[in-house]
């Protein structure tokens, strides 16, 4: 396992440096300095209150998920989520997840296996809803080329995703799956690993938990959406919502590639190809898209460190040990 997470942290060092050095060969850094320099601070500042209530409702989201299996106050799942978005800005390869999976189980007496499959549907359900927003930006304004091939390349993957979800859902009902419960009886611990990581994929088989899932997911778009408007109006582009759209969710799409701490480099390439796509030159898109992730970071990393510094890392009494399999 630890050489699996050290090949995917070098791959994912190695396509961050790759889209880095693709970007600064594709803009003027003078003039990208100089955008920075002049950009409003207080378009910035709406830009990270948007990106803050984006955050919220992802945590609402994850709590929505959840409650089929425990009921967990918000305060606590905001804290679980901001600890995994922390970690994802130190580690690759988005590891951060299993982190706050990790917490949640600790903290609130669940199993591990089943938070982390209520993480594994969030992020299923944030793709559909990335790839449904990127199609629609893309007929809203004719986008063509590599932009809209990526974009279905997308929704080819989201696809699977949904598939893979759903056999994970059914794979009891699935013909064969006696014998495979017979072939895993003499590992109790994987099968239990297995049954709880199944009971937390089930969740999405609920389709009032889904549909509010999809509905708290739209109000967190929409706030992401207008935080990439905001600032791009903060160094003087007037980004349409569809042209903000696109940008807040192509970039979306290419940060779900396994890459660097934080994303950097897949995040400011596509958000450099896309502007592009869209109209806006490279040295403003570029500009964007650091002033967008710098808020991210930010956020993230002050609102991750101050959870951190609440829940601690130390694990649970004993009265509240985690169960088998967790």
């Known amino acids: 396992m630890r050489s699996g ?19 600064l060969g594709a803009v003027d850094l003078g003039r990208t300095i100089d955008l920075l320099g002049r950009a409003d601070i207080r378009w910035v500042a709406l830009g990270a209150v948007f990106l803050s209530a984006d955050l ?18 918000y305060p606590p799942m905001l804290a679980y989520l901001l600890v995994g978005y922390l970690a994802n800005n130190i580690l690759p390869a988005r590891l951060g997840e299993l982190i706050r ?16 499959g209520t993480v594994v549907v969030e992020r299923v359900v944030d793709l559909v809803a990335v790839v449904g927003i ?38 009891h009902r699935l013909p064969g799956a006696d014998r495979a419960r017979a072939a895993v009886a003499r590992w109790p611990q994987v099968r239990e690993l297995g ?26 778009w929409t706030v992401s959406i207008l935080a990439w408007a905001a600032v791009g109006q903060s160094i003087g582009v007037e980004l349409s919502m569809g042209q903000a759209a696109l940008l807040a969710s192509g970039v979306a799409l290419a940060s779900a590639v396994p890459a660097g701490p934080a994303n950097l480099g897949t995040f400011e390439f596509a958000a450099v190809q896309i502007g592009k796509a869209i109209g806006v030159p490279a040295d403003p898109a570029f500009a964007i898209a650091l002033l967008v992730h710098a808020a991210i970071l930010v956020t993230t990393s002050v609102a991750g460190g101050i959870a951190v510094a609440r829940l601690g890392w130390r694990r649970r009494s004993a009265e509240a040990a985690p169960e088998p399999g967790s």
Not at 63 to 72: D, F, K, M, Y
């Open 56 to 73: 919220a409702f992802r945590a609402l989201r994850w709590q929505r998920l959840l409650r089929p299996i425990a009921t967990v106050r």
């Open 5 to 23: 997470v050290l090949v995917r942290a070098v791959v994912g060092a190695a396509i961050s440096l790759i889209a880095l050095w693709l970007v």
């Open 101 to 116: 999976s990790h917490y949640l189980g600790d903290r609130e007496g669940i199993s591990r296996a089943s938070a982390l």
């Open 134 to 171: 990127a199609s629609v930006s893309i007929l809203v304004l004719s986008v063509r080329g590599v932009v809209a091939s990526a974009v279905l390349v997308g929704g080819a993957v989201a696809g699977l995703f949904l598939l893979a979800l759903a056999l994970g859902i059914v794979a």
């Open 195 to 220: 049954s709880r990581l199944q009971g937390g994929l089930a969740v999405a088989s609920r389709p009032r938990t889904l549909a509010e899932a999809l509905a708290v997911s739209a109000l967190s």
